[in-house]
């Protein structure tokens, strides 16, 4: 393997780290999303049932030990329980403003090593030929095929090792763009069943029994006079 990287020149080795880079990156992005892939309606009934008791303490807290772009949004929701449907949904929107970046992290570096290997593989073969057709000038009909062999192998490496790396590479990037796609699903129909449950919720009544406005419970105001 060392003499086929050797014979494949300085952009086999070039080749070559994209390849570890790109698997660095996919394993690293797995196991990120695998981290925050949760059972979001088993989380969403634990949090709309804390809710319902007012216990909204317990709810942040099942929000703050659960980890993942849905747990980041609806805590988001409860925070702003008291608020209009238009000021809790743009809440929402601003976490995931956030938080989709961080899923989508380092998946450009992946696209572009799948773009930029079959690139490098391509400018070997020409590197390759460009070596062959040198020696070909140089010595004329006195060539030998062991003359031409090196920039043979580095064209034809160079290309295999390039076609190698990207087809993975894409493969990978397609498959974790589609696990980031589930997580946004996840956290979008999270958001829609959170804000109409706390859309629908009953404002709760003051401690004092008066309503907000300091008009007595029947709404009809004292007269003075």
């Excluded at 690139?119 to 010595?139: N, Y």
């Excluded at 580095?154 to 087809?167: P, Y």
């Amino acid at each position: 393997m060392i003499v086929l990287f050797a014979k494949g020149g300085v952009l086999m080795w070039l080749i070559a780290l994209c390849s570890v880079i790109g698997g660095a990156i996919f394993f690293e992005r797995l196991l990120h999303y695998h981290r925050n892939t949760i059972n979001t309606q088993e989380f969403l009934a634990g949090i709309i049932n804390a809710l319902r008791r007012n216990a909204l303490v317990e709810a942040l807290s099942i929000c703050d030990e659960t980890p993942g772009i849905v747990a980041r949004i609806v805590k988001a929701a409860i925070t702003r329980y008291d608020r209009t449907r238009a000021e809790i949904e743009d809440a929402i929107e601003e976490v995931s403003l956030q938080e989709v970046p961080r899923l989508e992290r380092n998946l450009k570096f992946l696209a572009t090593i799948a773009q930029v290997a079959p690139l490098l593989g391509f400018l070997g073969t020409v590197v390759g030929f460009i070596s062959s057709f040198r020696v070909i000038a140089e010595k004329g009909s006195f060539v030998h095929v062991a003359d031409i062999a090196d920039g043979v192998w580095m064209a034809l490496l160079c290309t295999a090792a390039g076609l190698a790396v990207a087809i993975p590479a894409y493969v990978a990037y397609n498959y974790l763009v589609s696990r980031v796609d589930e997580l946004v699903l996840d956290s979008e129909r999270a958001a829609t069943e959170i804000v109409g449950f706390l859309a629908a919720r009953p404002p709760e009544p003051p401690a004092n029994g008066q309503p907000a406005n300091g008009q007595p419970a029947n709404g009809k105001a004292h007269n003075d006079s």
